[in-house]
């Protein structure tokens, strides 16, 4: 029971974390240059709004939830079961940063989480 939740929190928090980031980083356009004084700027502003410091909250939540599973559970499960937020990802993608999943990587992701049960059978 307490591996499925630290899994289900890496997962979910985890995903919401790195959806939190990704509309941090497409609310102020391309980064394309990489001075130091461009990162600065970057940087700056990220720190500056919210959803960043919800991104950093959600994954320092599933990196923790990681580190628990690892201290019970072996690396060749704990590993693996991350893959379990492709389909966690490809899904808020779609619905709240309203990208276009194509057919191909919905195939991708249901491959992945055949593969994800797959280490679940194996336990």
Known sequence: MRTMLAVGIMVVVGTVGELALSHTMKAFGDTT???PGALEHVVKRALGMPSM???VACM???FFAMVALLSW??????IPTTAASYPVGALGAKLFLHE???PARWI???LVSVGVVLIWMGR
């Open 60 to 62: 320092g939540m599933s």
């Open 100 to 102: 276009q999943v194509n």
């Open 33 to 35: 240059r990489l001075t």
């Open 53 to 55: 410091w919800a991104a």
């Open 73 to 78: 559970e072996d690396v060749s499960f704990v």
């Open 108 to 110: 991708g992701v249901v």
